[in-house]
């Protein structure tokens, strides 16, 4: 799955404006199937979707979980830590 630019940005400006289960799980989902694959963005984002209760986000969590080192979950889960702390209480 391809995401352009322009759906990128909108993703990050809906979470701006709203950070609900939805709009963060789309993040999640950009940078784990985008172009460019980021799996500590894409688990810091999944955290936090389901932080606000969406089971597809910690399924997708526990798959990358998987994936991923010790040291990159835990600079994924420090992200989101300091995501919540900075923007959005």
């Known amino acids: 799955m391809a995401f352009t ?10 979470v701006r404006q709203q950070s609900d289960s939805d709009n963060l799980y789309k993040l999640g989902l950009i940078y784990s199937t985008g172009q460019e694959i980021d799996l500590v963005q894409a688990h810091m984002w999944f955290n936090l979707a389901a932080s606000r209760g969406s089971e597809s986000a910690k399924e997708c ?7 991923m080192t010790r040291d990159l979950v835990a600079e994924a889960q420090r992200r ?5 702390s900075v923007k959005h209480h």
Not at 5 to 14: C, R, Y
């Open 5 to 14: 630019d322009s759906e990128i940005a909108e993703a990050h400006e809906a």
């Open 61 to 67: 969590r526990r798959e990358l979980a998987e994936m």
């Open 80 to 84: 989101a830590r300091e995501w919540l």
